[in-house]
């Protein structure tokens, strides 16, 4: 909650941050992409090994590398000193996840429950990030509105949002000391990690035996990542603001309600995974929500487009807590971090990607709608193939002999 908290204040100002700052819309795009790169490397650096090196102690490399990006964005308008910050800082323009900490704490929330409760487990668990995003992204959207007001100048007022950024971090190395031996792995002594005859890549990843699914898992998580790359929620916002001259606080207010409707939506998946299973609640809660997104650039006023993204975040995160429930379930124990860790990873290569190609669209009057029809594209075509590929693959509580 500290976390999304942090990330929620300045998603919606980040792009605008780096407009104000006098950037073209490849550099934008160019640093966000280094942005999301960093996050990756960094989090399959870390999450591989959290396992053996202990959970507790890379969520607190985690949480210095927090603290280093936020005063890092704070204190220059160095595009290079900014590139460097936001590659190795954990910064998130999406204002959800980024970087180690999820994948460890998924694999912590999976070693401390039992099956038949991890889907409303981590249901909650979003439900709780969700909503401290949304009041993140409402009170950094009223703070730098608040502080114009007072006299500010636009950058010195996004500026004190990213000093918070790094005093989240602060108080996330706190509290990941407060962890107990609870939240390590256990030793399976039945599963060799690191047996002598594997290949480089099988041991740098730490998979073990499930290296084939979590790697094809992966590659459709990219494709998603990747769509989703195209409308991250700093680039809503600037969309937003180019198109409909809408102001810091409106923003705030915009994606306060969103984030909020994201963490009930998850919530919602729970009693649907049950009935349908995960895969399917993944999937058929999914298009719809691309279908919606993909009509927000036709709508006449801000307000029209404000409510269609309501409506589109009804539905959109359905699928986050059953993907981490499914993730979780169909990996043994000791590989779950690895597992997550890949999988978060290639979600962050996947986005990548995108903001090299969306950020000078939504800076050409011209284009500026085309990242939402990319975005939904990609993610129906991720749903499909999901939908083929595992339909058949359950996770213990769906099989029929363990019901």
Sequence with gaps: ??????????????????????????????????????????????????????????????????????????????????????????????????????????????????????????????????????????????????????????IASYRVLFWLFAGCGVILFFLSTALDQDVEAAVDSGVDARAPDESLLHRVLGLGPVRPLVLKLSALFALDSFGGGFCVQSFLAWWCHQKFGATEAQLGTVFFGANLLSGFSALAAVPIAARIGLINTMVWTHLPSSLLLMCVPLMPTFTGAAVLLWLRNCISQMDVPTRTSYVNAIVPANFRSAANGVTTTAKQFGTSLAPLIAAPLIASVAWMSAPFFFCGGAKIIYDLLLWRSFRKVKPPEEQPTTR
């Design 1 to 154: 909650m500290v976390r999304l908290f942090g990330c929620g204040l300045f998603a919606v100002v980040l792009a605008l941050y780096l407009d104000r700052l006098g950037f073209s819309g490849q550099q934008i795009g160019l640093l966000l992409t280094l942005t999301f790169l960093g996050d990756a490397v960094i989090s399959l650096w870390l999450t591989t090994r959290a396992d053996r090196v202990g959970r507790r102690l890379t969520l607190k490399v985690g949480a210095l590398l927090m603290m280093l990006g936020g005063v890092g964005m704070a204190v220059t308008d160095n595009f290079y000193i900014l590139a460097l910050a936001a590659t190795i800082g954990v910064i998130s323009p999406t204002g959800a996840e980024v970087g180690p900490f999820l994948a460890i704490e998924q694999a912590c929330v999976a070693h401390l429950v039992q099956s038949r409760t991890r889907t409303r487990t981590f249901a909650w668990y979003h439900v709780a990030g969700f909503t401290l995003s949304a009041l993140g992204a409402l009170a950094g959207g009223w703070l730098a509105s608040a502080l114009r007001n007072h006299g500010w100048s636009a």
